[in-house]
C-alpha cells in the first residue's frame, strides 16, 4: 500500500527528528506528495474562510488600532501610539480586574457544578446519556439574550424569587438581586455552564473505567481514586472547559449589560461603547486588541501549567 | 431617538395596546450576535442571536432592485416619478395606511425597511450604496452625517408643503432652512417617575440625586444625554465645550452613580411598568409606552430645561429615486397625512397645518406637546465635531469610577 519513495521519506523524517514519535512523523511524511495536495485541497475552504474572516478582520482591526477618531466618529488612519497608552492608563485597571475576577468565579463555578454533572452523566447515564446530553444543551435553542432576559424576570424586585419569598413569609421586603455583582456572576455561570459540561463529560466518558476499578481493587478509597485517578485523566476535558468559560466570560457585555449595575461594568462593555456609543473604533481596536493580548499571555501561563501536565 | 421594538418585551410583559416603538430587541439581538461571532467558539451553539435580528427588522421588505430601477441618469432633471421607493425608517414609526394610501395615489411601489438605532442606521449608509432614497437620522446624527458627506441637498420646490411645518422647524440648528431634512416627529427626553413611590416629585433634574430613591433611578446610556443631564442642572449649556464645565458635570454624574440602578436605555420601560424604577431618565414615547402600560407611571420635563430631539427624513448621497422621494416628502407633510401619523405613533408632529387634525388626547399632554414656556426650555443636543472627545473621556471617568 505505502510506496516506497513514502516509506523512506517518512524514515528520514523519524530519524531526523528522533524527539517526534514515530507515528507523527510518518503521518507527516506520509502527506508527502499526492495526498499532501489532496489534504491541501481539503483544507482550503477552511484556510480561505480563516484568512477571510479571522485573518484579514484582524489585520484591519490592528490598523485601526493606530489611528485616531474622526471629528465626525470617522477612523483616521496614521500611526500613533496614544490609543494604547490610553488603554494602559490606570482608569480601566479596575475594570479589567473586575472582568477577570468575574470570568473566574463563574469558571470555578461551572467546573464546580459541571463536573459532577458531567461525571454522573458519563458514569451513570447508561441509556439515558443521549437525553441527559440534549437537556444541556436544550437551553442553547433559545437565544442567549432571551435567556439572559428571563433572568431578569426571575431577579427582578417584583419577580418570580422575590414574589415566592415574601408570599411564603421569608422575607418582609423584596430582595435586592438584580443589577448586582451576584446577578452579573449567577449570569455568566448560568450561560457558560454547557461549555464546561460538554468537554468535562466527553473526557470522563472515554476514560478506562477499568483503571477506577483497579485503583479501588488496590485499596484505594472513592475519594482518593476520585482525586488521583479520576480527576487527572479529565484534565484534558477540565482545561478545556475552563478556556471555553473564561474566554469569552472575560470579554462578555451583553451580562453585565442587562443583569449589572453602574458598578459592574466590565471591560467588554467599554469595548462595546467605543464602537455605539463613543464611535471611536480605532481606540476600541485598541482595547480589544489589548484584550487579546492579555488573555494570550494567561492562557499560555495556564495551559503551560496545567497542560505540560496533562501531556506529560 | 429611542423607542424599542416591542417583539422581546411581548414576551414578558403583560399588555400592549399601544402599536408603539421601535429599538431595544434588535439592539440586543444585535449585541447577542456580535457576542456570538466574536467570541467564534460560541458561534455553533449560539442559537438564534443573529437570525432574530431579521426577523424583527421584518416590517414588509423586499429589498432588492434598489439601484437598476432608476431610468434616467439624473434624476433631478426628469419630473417623472419612478415606480420605485426605498424608505428606511425606524421601526413601528408610521402609521398603518400612511404607505399604502401613497401607492395608491402616486402608482409608486414603496419599499420599507427597519433600523433600531441612529447607529445601524449610518453603518449601513457607510457600508456604501445602500439603495435608499429615504432614510429618518435624529438630528445630531444629520449633522455627523453631513459631515461625513453621507447626504444630499433637498429640493424644496418640490416639497411645497414645508411651509406647513411650525417655524422652530424649519429653523434648527443642526440644518437651517430644511436643506437637508424634513422632520418626521419629535419628541424630549426628561423623566418618567411613578407617581406612588415618588410621592414628593417635583419636575427638577435634582430628583435624580435624591439619595431617598437609591437603587431606583435609571439614566440613559448615550453620552451626550447623561451629561446634559448634568449640565441642565448646573445651569450651564448643554453644549458647552468648556473642559472646566464638563469636568464639574463628570463630578456631579459620578456622585449620582452609587444612588443608581443601572444606565439603560432600553430597560428602563419595562422596569418603570413593574414599579422597579421610580425615576427614570428617558424618551418621551419610551415612557408613554410605560404610562400605558402603568398608569401609576407619568412624565415630566424638568423645570431646569431639557432635551428636545427631532427624527428628519433626509436623501442619501447616493438615493435612487430623488424626486420620488421628494414628493413622498411633501406628501408627508400633508395636514392630514402628518396627524394620522402622530395619532397612531403618540409622538408630536413638527406639522403646524396638522395640528388641528391631531387628537385632543395627544395634544393637551403636556408631555407629548409642552407649553409654549415649556418650549422655550428645551435644547438640542448638537454634534461637536472634536469636541465629542472632551465628553468621550469624562464619561470614561464616569464609567470607571
Given amino acids: 500500500m505505502i510506496q516506497k519513495g513514502e516509506d523512506l521519506l517518512s524514515g528520514g523524517a523519524a530519524a531526523s527528528a528522533p524527539a517526534e514519535p514515530g507515528l507523527v512523523g510518518r503521518g507527516l511524511a506520509r502527506l508527502r506528495g499526492r495526498r499532501f495536495l489532496v489534504a491541501n485541497i481539503l483544507l482550503a475552504p477552511t484556510t480561505m474562510w480563516l484568512v477571510l474572516f479571522m485573518v484579514l478582520p484582524l489585520l484591519v482591526v490592528l490598523v485601526y488600532s493606530f489611528g485616531s477618531r474622526g471629528a465626525f466618529g470617522d477612523v483616521v488612519l496614521g500611526f500613533s501610539l496614544h490609543n494604547y497608552a490610553k488603554v494602559f492608563s490606570p482608569l480601566w485597571f479596575p475594570i479589567i480586574l473586575r472582568s477577570f475576577g468575574f470570568a473566574a468565579v463563574a469558571t470555578l463555578l461551572t467546573l464546580a457544578m459541571g463536573y459532577p454533572l458531567a461525571y454522573f452523566i458519563a458514569m451513570y447515564g447508561g441509556r439515558r446519556k443521549s437525553l441527559y446530553l440534549i437537556l444541556i444543551m436544550l437551553p442553547f435553542w433559545t437565544s442567549y439574550l432571551i435567556r439572559t432576559y428571563s433572568w431578569i424576570v426571575i431577579l427582578r424586585s417584583q419577580g418570580v424569587v422575590n414574589t415566592v419569598l415574601t408570599s411564603l413569609g421569608v422575607i418582609n421586603d423584596p430582595l435586592n438581586l438584580l443589577n448586582t455583582r451576584f446577578s452579573v456572576i449567577l449570569g455568566l455561570t448560568y450561560g457558560f455552564l454547557p461549555f464546561m459540561t460538554l468537554p468535562l463529560y466527553a473526557s470522563l466518558e472515554k476514560l478506562d473505567k477499568s483503571l477506577i476499578e483497579a485503583a479501588q481493587d488496590l485499596g484505594a478509597s472513592r475519594l482518593w481514586t476520585l482525586l488521583t485517578v479520576t480527576v487527572p485523566l479529565s484534565l484534558p476535558g477540565i482545561v478545556a472547559g475552563t478556556l471555553l468559560v473564561f474566554i469569552p466570560a472575560v470579554g462578555d457585555f451583553v451580562t453585565p449589560d442587562l443583569l449589572g449595575g453602574p458598578d459592574q461594568t466590565m471591560i467588554g462593555n467599554v469595548i462595546q461603547s467605543q464602537f455605539l456609543s463613543t464611535r471611536d473604533w480605532a481606540y476600541g481596536s485598541a482595547l480589544s486588541f489589548s484584550l487579546m493580548a492579555i488573555l494570550l499571555v494567561a492562557i499560555l501561563l495556564y495551559v503551560r501549567k496545567v497542560g505540560a501536565e496533562e501531556l506529560g | ?401
Fill in chain 2, 1 to 401: 431617538m429611542a423607542k424599542i421594538d416591542k417583539d422581546l418585551r411581548l414576551l414578558f410583559v403583560q399588555e400592549a395596546e399601544r402599536p408603539l416603538t421601535r429599538r431595544m430587541f434588535l439592539r440586543r439581538a444585535g449585541a447577542a450576535g456580535l457576542l456570538v461571532a466574536g467570541s467564534g467558539w460560541l458561534a455553533a451553539c449560539g442559537g438564534g442571536g443573529g437570525d432574530t435580528t431579521s426577523t424583527s427588522t421584518g416590517g414588509s421588505s423586499t429589498t432588492g432592485g434598489a439601484g437598476p430601477t432608476t431610468t434616467a441618469a439624473g434624476p433631478t432633471t426628469t419630473r417623472a416619478l419612478d415606480k420605485q421607493l426605498n424608505f428606511y425608517n425606524w421601526s413601528d414609526y408610521i402609521a398603518e395606511d400612511t404607505i399604502p394610501n401613497f401607492e395608491k395615489e402616486f402608482g409608486v411601489k414603496v419599499t420599507y425597511d427597519n433600523y433600531s438605532s441612529n447607529d445601524t442606521l449610518l453603518a449601513k449608509l457607510q457600508s456604501g450604496a445602500s439603495g435608499y432614497d429615504i432614510i429618518v437620522p435624529s438630528d445630531y446624527m444629520v449633522t455627523t452625517m453631513l459631515g461625513l458627506g453621507l447626504l444630499q441637498q433637498i429640493d424644496l420646490a418640490n416639497i411645497p408643503n414645508v411651509k406647513n411645518l411650525y417655524p422652530r422647524f424649519r429653523e434648527e440648528p443642526f440644518d437651517p432652512g430644511n436643506k437637508y431634512s424634513i422632520p418626521w416627529q419629535w419628541g424630549t427626553t426628561g423623566i418618567g417617575y411613578n407617581t406612588e413611590k415618588v410621592p414628593d416629585f417635583k419636575p427638577s433634574w435634582d430628583m435624580m440625586w435624591d439619595a431617598k430613591y437609591k437603587g431606583h433611578i435609571t439614566m440613559l446610556t448615550e453620552i451626550r444625554d447623561i451629561f446634559a443631564v448634568a449640565l441642565f442642572r448646573m445651569g450651564e449649556d448643554i453644549n458647552t465645550t468648556d473642559p472646566a464645565k464638563i469636568d464639574k458635570a463628570k463630578q456631579m454624574l459620578i456622585e449620582q452613580k452609587s444612588l443608581l440602578k443601572h444606565y439603560t436605555s432600553d430597560t428602563y420601560i419595562d422596569e418603570l411598568a413593574s414599579n422597579d424604577s421610580w425615576l427614570s431618565h428617558g424618551y418621551s414615547g419610551d415612557v408613554f409606552q410605560a404610562i400605558g402600560e402603568n398608569d401609576k407611571v407619568a412624565y415630566a420635563i424638568p423645570d431646569e430645561g431639557a432635551v428636545i430631539w427631532v427624527d428628519s427624513m433626509c436623501v442619501p448621497k447616493d438615493a435612487p429615486h430623488k424626486y420620488t422621494a421628494e414628493v413622498f416628502m411633501d406628501y408627508i407633510l400633508r395636514p392630514d397625512v402628518g396627524a394620522a401619523i402622530s395619532n397612531y405613533v403618540s409622538y408630536a408632529s413638527p406639522n403646524q397645518a396638522a395640528e388641528s387634525l391631531v387628537s385632543q388626547e395627544i395634544r393637551n399632554d403636556p408631555g407629548i406637546y409642552p407649553s409654549a414656556e415649556v418650549s422655550q426650555r428645551l435644547q438640542y443636543i448638537k454634534e461637536l465635531g472634536d469636541a465629542t472627545q472632551l465628553y468621550n473621556a469624562a464619561y470614561e471617568e464616569v464609567k470607571a469610577a
